[in-house]
């Protein structure tokens, strides 16, 4: 499909996101121009070793030096795709390496590997890690990695409570630091474009719904390895190596899908609103794949927000019929989201549809489109007493048909969509380098997490659950948790 909406264009319209930049303390390490950012991994399973055999390997600026995992199969291959990492060495499903690569690959840094991430903290000399571990772990290990003096990296969802959420903001205003979240949309050009569209270019006017939802067909569990025995060390830490690998279906260590999937979008909804939602309303249980797992396999969640003028989010509008009154066209209003997330059918997949007064964006997982609507107006003039019969009996009111919607423009149509992934472990090394704070940092991180904690709390209480704005007050300066930024045409990504 044609885009009208070239790269450049884009560039010039999306100007904003100065945001909150660089602070007393948040000042950087002094790097050598070729110095690599010295990282270890912690949590080498499905995202953690995607991050080594994905974005790392594209980020020239982050060398591995060190991996930890208490499971070993998942230790042993993050080892051997770290050095492959550090060469600069994709090796994908089948390929086999060249001689060269396999010199490059043997020169390159081998790292240690470790079971306890304490100990990995105290012998190796990191100025940052990467944290892929299980929702209950984030915590705990994101706290014990600021307090030794690391920049941190860690993967959605980043809390489980409002108050581990309110005390790792604490701890990044105490130490002068940042945390960035692994929210990777955060870093896709196209998202930053639509944000772009939205509010420097008002292409779809006053947002005022939004729909979204994560639909997968699939049991969502993981076969344990046959025979397997664990080993001592292992034993330190695993005792139930089923529960282990299935950590996200069982609700000691996750809240399943609000907090594996939901997240992803929910955040996407709190950033084009640039606001936390006032209230949610869920429904949610275990109907389908009922194998033992404890947490839920079908949620629909609904959130209210509220803009009200002066807010970031609060976009104005014209006045568009004689009706209207004038004084009132401009107040407060609410935005509903409605999210369904399912494990029994896969139709529609991932997708997020922002509906405003003049278009739409819709953002799927490889595309994402910008729809005109027909933006009616009611003129003031008097109409003949022979039109207003027609208007009565052609039902009063005009329905818009769907030869009417205009065509959708694809957003970066010409844009070959690297994995963000690189993206974002770029910018994680930039901001270390030359400073500035991520913008998917902690306060991205946590307001996206309030939106799962109270989703879960109305799904168990079976009720509204008000969410509370104290619950992101705090008395000192917090990073915009709604920035967004150009396509950098130099670097090909967003950072
Ligand atoms: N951003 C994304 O698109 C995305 C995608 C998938 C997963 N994730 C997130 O990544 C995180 C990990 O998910 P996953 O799918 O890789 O899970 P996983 O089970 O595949 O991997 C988790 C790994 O952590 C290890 N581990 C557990 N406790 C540990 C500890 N205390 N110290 C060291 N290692 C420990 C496990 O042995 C396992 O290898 C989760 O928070 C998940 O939500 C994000």
Redo the contacts with the bound molecule.
């Keep these: 499909m044609s885009n009208n909406l070239s790269r450049r264009n884009f560039m010039k319209a999306a100007g904003a996101t100065a945001g909150f930049m660089v602070a007393a303390g948040y000042s950087p390490f002094t790097y050598a121009q070729n110095e690599r950012v010295r990282v270890g991994c ?7 070793s995607f991050h080594i055999r994905d974005g790392l390997t594209g980020a020239s600026e982050i060398v591995i030096t060190a991996v ?4 070993t199969p ?1 230790q042993r291959e993050a080892v051997k795709y770290s050095q492959l990492s550090n060469a600069g060495i994709t090796l994908t499903e089948g390929k086999k390496l060249t001689d060269e690569e396999k010199q490059r690959a043997s020169a390159a840094h081998k790292p240690n590997a470790y ?1 306890d ?1 304490k100990e990995m903290l105290d012998k190796e000399e990191l100025d940052a890690v990467i944290i ?4 209950n ?2 915590f705990p ?1 994101t706290m014990d990695c600021l307090d030794r003096g690391k920049y941190v990296f860690c ?3 980043l809390v489980r409570s409002i108050e581990e959420g309110r005390a790792l903001i604490q701890k990044c205003h105490d130490l002068g630091r940042w945390v960035q979240v ?3 949309r955060h870093y896709n050009p196209k998202y930053n474009m639509a944000m772009g569209l939205v509010f420097d270019e008002g292409r779809i006017g006053r947002i005022n719904h939004i729909t979204a939802q994560w639909h997968r067909n699939h049991f969502w569990r993981r076969v344990l390895p046959k025979d397997y025995v664990l080993n001592d060390e292992e034993k330190k ?1 695993i005792t139930d190596l089923e529960k ?2 299935n ?2 279906i069982y609700e000691e260590t996750s809240e399943g899908l609000f ?2 999937l939901a997240t ?1 979008q929910t955040d996407v909804a709190n950033w084009f609103m640039r606001a936390i939602p006032k209230r949610v309303h869920t429904f949610a249980g275990l109907d389908y794949w009922r194998d033992g797992r404890t947490t839920d396999d079908n949620i629909l969640l609904s959130f209210e927000y509220e803009q009200g003028p002066g807010d970031p989010g609060f976009i104005p509008i014209d006045q568009r019929s004689q009706f209207q009154k004038l004084n009132q066209i401009n107040r407060g209003y609410k935005v509903r989201f409605v999210y369904s997330s399912i494990l029994a059918n896969a139709k529609r997949g991932a997708s997020e549809l922002i509906q405003g007064d003049k278009g739409s964006i819709e953002l799927t997982e490889q595309q994402c489109f910008l729809y005109g609507e027909d933006y009616v107006t009611q003129s003031a003039e008097a109409v003949s007493a022979e039109d207003q019969a027609k208007n009565t009996a052609s039902g009063g009111t005009r329905q818009v048909s769907n030869e009417e919607l205009k065509q959708g423009v694809e957003l970066l149509g010409d844009v070959t969509l690297q994995t963000p992934d690189v993206y974002q472990f770029r910018a994680f090394a930039d901001c270390i380098k030359n400073g500035g704070v991520p913008r998917s940092n902690q306060m991205v991180g946590y307001t996206t997490a309030i939106t799962a904690i109270a989703a879960v709390q109305s799904k168990k209480e079976q009720k509204v659950v008000e969410i509370d704005p104290a619950w992101i007050k705090f008395d000192f300066e917090t990073p915009s948790f709604y920035d967004y930024d150009a396509w950098d045409a130099e670097t090909e990504a967003t950072i």
Excluded: M, N, S
């Design positions: 912690i949590g080498t399973g499905g995202q953690g930890c995992d208490v499971f998942h079971y991430y892929a571990t299980p929702l772990t984030h290990i993967e959605k969802t692994g929210h990777q830490y282990h690998l950590w996200r907090t594996e992803h």
